[in-house]
């Protein structure tokens, strides 16, 4: 691990030293308003200290179909072909916001190319998205004043269950926007299989239970989204948006198992049926006023209540003898309610730019659960409050972003109640190194509330002897995050390299403990004293001819991974992540190929692979049509794997693979039509109310 680390900071020394001399584009010599510029080198990209600008030339913008076309090139951004939307190369959550305001896959493309006057790409999102995304991807378009545009997509695979619909309109007229989006996802497999192992000492007695199954699993979830816009420029912006979503969730299994204790074997028969509806009505307002020529204000008051219904039922009985060996009966109705307001305050300053704000979320959730305990009814509460102001502004070289915020957590079970306090801050430090390169430096501090499936009391048989439940008593984990990003851009790279480190106490670990409500053992949480991770990613685009005719994406980053477990055991995980992508465009013409090699990584007491990528895919264009094609998983099925670590009571091993989509072809059409101009939002704020709380 040292030595591949150390081999990856000589070649990025190299990179630092050989590049040409470049004359920098011109900084805007107008007073701050926001973090200037670290350096400019290319025509279509400027660094600043936690964002990156790019505009793009006439033929990118003639090429493109809408403004994701545009957000495909960006080099740590590719689109994901199963689900048919961007993602970002190196993992975790992505937000996208047009004109400031959270913006869905439709809206992006609802944009024509030609209204995009530049994107800023967030690789540090500030204070008011920090704790909600890790990538912040914000599209600046012009605001016009009347028209329409209107779009349908759909994608599907000819030989199994998938299909990816969806279907916009937008309606512009003087200071008033109306838009409606529908989309759709339905995957219905009905070969799934799953091999696990489960390899145990109990009471001196040795248990093997190797288990073979098959599934027929699926799902249908559904969007719909109706909002109203209204904005007088440089007075006060309005939207009004009501979403909803539905998900309707099945599964389906039988399966046979070889269960052994000590010499003893039996053969066991196994089936499984389990299902999850609901449907989630939010309501988004939102309101900016311009105070004065320096001073906005923005508000934004999110609030959804809904009904989750989920039941599960597991059988495991003796082959020959039909005698029971468990039944797992769950039944779980969660009434749910979620409140998120926000308020948000910007000053503009000689020196830089002040933004102050509070936001207060709460999910209450009432149960009703029928499981191997009996039956139970009872309510959880969840409050987060967050204060946060930070400041950004450049002296000469340097450019800075200093931010203080405040934490609240406030989580109340039937059990206990955990409260606490817990100071954020963050700094981020930028410097212009030569023409071309930048050093960034970023350090920060903050909490993570458990989720609702780690703080359910909850009780779920997973095989005999084996039950999987949450942890009422857990506290929030706080990670102390720090980064040194070098980046490299011109003609023909775009290139970041990012040393990181990262400090997290109290850490939600998963792992085996004996059981002495059910005996044998289960499956729960812990806070471990600390985790600890470190490596070097590197990301980014190479262009050989300096144009799309071919471009290389590619992400590796050799890490590793420690947890301390809260009896002082010490887990470490080394692993080198990765991802490749291969795009060529000429003409209407453009093809795209995916690659990655799983690798496992840390997960509680287990080891867990990510979901492998082979997938080839071509599209043309022709006017406002286009007409795509594809095989996912050339030559092999989706494959998950989880293995437990040595230091687990449990030895326990899975392998999963979706044998409907093995090279998986599929077939795409989309009409894009648009006519006019349109009104966008320029909004501050963007929330959201809690997921369905699910097991």
């Given amino acids: ?19 040409e001399a470049v004359t920098n584009d011109t900084i805007d010599k107008t007073k701050t308003a926001e973090i200037q510029e670290v350096i400019i080198k290319s025509q279509r990209k400027k660094q600043f200290a936690d964002k990156a600008v790019y505009t793009f030339d006439k033929d990118a913008l003639d090429k493109a179909r809408y403004a994701k076309d545009l957000l495909q090139t960006l080099p740590e951004l590719q689109l994901d072909p199963i689900e048919n939307k961007l993602k970002s190369t190196k993992g975790g959550t992505s937000l996208f916001l047009i004109n400031g305001i959270e913006a869905t896959d439709m809206q992006i493309r609802s944009v024509a190319p030609s209204e995009v006057v530049k994107v800023e790409y967030y690789d540090i999102p500030p204070a008011r998205w920090a704790t909600r995304a890790d990538t912040v991807i914000n599209i600046i378009t ?11 997509d759909a994608r599907t695979a000819l030989n199994t269950g998938f299909v990816n619909g969806s279907a916009y309109a937008n309606f512009t007229k003087g200071k008033n926007n109306f838009g409606l989006e529908y989309s759709i996802n339905l995957r219905d497999y009905n070969n799934r299989k799953v091999h696990s192992i489960y390899d145990y000492q109990l009471d001196n007695t040795h248990y093997l239970s190797d288990e073979n199954k098959k599934d027929h699993f699926g799902y249908t979830d559904q969007n719909i989204a109706l909002r109203y816009t209204r904005m007088v420029p440089d007075n006060y912006s309005f939207q009004a948006k009501l979403n909803m979503d539905i998900l309707n969730s099945f599964v389906k299994g039988n399966g046979e198992s070889s269960f052994s204790k000590d010499n003893l074997m039996e053969d066991h028969t196994m089936m499984k049926r389990g299902s999850t509806d609901y449907v989630t009505p939010t309501l988004d307002l939102y309101f900016s006023k311009n105070l004065s020529k320096k001073d906005e204000l923005s508000v934004n008051l999110v609030g959804s209540h809904f009904t989750t219904d989920t039941s599960e039922f597991t059988k495991e009985w003796v082959t020959n003898t039909g005698n029971p060996v468990f039944d797992n009966d769950m039944n779980l109705n969660t009434k749910q309610t979620g409140l998120v307001g926000e308020i948000a305050h910007t000053h503009d300053f000689e020196a830089g730019k002040l933004s102050s704000g509070y936001r207060i979320s709460n ?10 305990a009996g039956f139970s009814q009872y ?11 930070e400041f950004s502004g450049k002296i000469k070289k340097f450019s800075y972003r200093i931010g203080a915020g405040l934490t609240n957590i406030h989580n109340k079970s039937a059990e206990t109640t955990f409260d606490e306090w817990s100071v954020t801050p963050k700094i981020i430090l930028g410097y212009q190194l030569k023409g071309n390169q930048s050093l960034r430096l970023t350090s920060s501090y903050k909490p993570r509330s458990p989720w609702s499936a780690a703080l359910s009391s909850n009780v779920v048989q997973m095989a005999p002897n084996i ?12 990670t102390w995050g720090n980064n040194l990003i070098y980046s490299l851009n011109n003609k023909h790279f775009d290139f970041n390299a990012n040393l990181f480190y990262s400090d997290t106490r109290r850490t939600i670990n998963q792992f085996y403990v004996l059981d002495d409500t059910f005996g044998g053992y289960a499956l729960t949480y812990e806070n471990a004293k600390n985790s600890k991770q470190y490596g070097i990613q590197l990301t980014g685009s190479y262009k050989p001819f300096g144009n799309n005719l071919l471009v290389i994406k590619a992400m590796v980053a050799p890490s590793s991974e420690t947890v301390r477990t809260s009896k002082g055991a010490l887990i470490k995980n080394n692993y080198i992540a990765n991802n490749l992508e291969l795009s060529s465009e000429y003409k209407s013409f453009s093809i795209q190929y995916q690659l990655n090699i799983p690798v496992y990584m840390l997960s509680g007491a287990f080891l867990n692979s990510n979901e492998n990528q082979n997938h080839i895919f071509v599209s043309y264009k022709h006017k406002d049509w286009t007409f795509s094609t594809g095989m996912y998983w050339i030559g092999m099925p989706s494959e998950y794997k989880t293995k437990s670590l040595p230091e687990s009571l449990v030895n326990y091993s899975k392998v999963g693979q979706i044998m409907n989509n093995k090279s998986m072809f599929v077939l795409g059409l989309s009409y894009d039509f648009s006519r006019g101009k349109k009104t966008d939002l320029e909004k501050k704020l963007n929330n959201s109310t809690a997921p369905a709380a699910t097991f």
């Fill in 363 to 372: 999910t209450s959730i009432s149960n009703d659960l029928q499981n191997l």
């Fill in 379 to 389: 309510k959880v509460n969840y409050l987060e409050q967050y204060f946060y102001t």
């Fill in 142 to 152: 012009r605001s016009n004043e009347t028209g329409y545009v209107f779009g349908a």
């Fill in 1 to 19: 691990m040292k030595k591949t680390i150390g081999a990856v900071f000589f070649l990025c020394g190299v990179f630092v030293f050989s590049q």
């Fill in 467 to 478: 039950v999987q439940k949450g942890n009422p008593f857990l506290k929030s984990q706080l």
